[in-house]
């Protein structure tokens, strides 16, 4: 059997992180609305600018598009492996925690490439307080998922 004694700290990490991954998807969400709704729009006849990316972001910087893409996929997967892991808490058995441990891997390493962009996001300067939030979010986020990976990973006592 599973440590019983780390179910307590399981359950909690997997609810902190999955209330953080809906925050994450929102706040990502609003920003990838703004980016449709206020992009370039290019009617018949005209050209595209020199330096058209699809990935434009009116707010921000150059790394913004790449991190809220990101940032969204990493809630995502993150979202779907919080709820493999709350599947994972009600058996808390040997056979279900190695499946539940690689999406949770997998969800750590999405993050963490999302982190790297909003990184670059941070380096880069002059973005809005709601990608401040996202940023901060995917970091703190990072960890929290590292700490319940290790957790899930831990041998056997």
Known sequence: M???????????????????????LGIGGWAMNEAIEHGFIIGPGLVLPAHFSPIYFPMGNAATGFFVMFALLAGVVGSASCI???NNLRTWSR?????????????????????????????????????????AFTIILSATQLLYVALLSAPVL
């Open 2 to 24: 599973v440590n019983d004694q780390m179910r307590p700290v399981a359950s909690l990490l997997l609810f902190l992180n999955f209330c953080m991954y809906v925050v994450l």
């Open 84 to 86: 493999s892991g709350f």
């Open 95 to 135: 056979e279900s925690n190695p499946a539940t441990a690689t999406m949770a891997t997998v969800a750590w390493t999405v993050t963490v490439l999302a982190m790297g962009f909003g990184c670059k996001e941070i380096d880069l300067q002059f973005r809005n307080a709601s990608l401040m939030a996202l940023e």
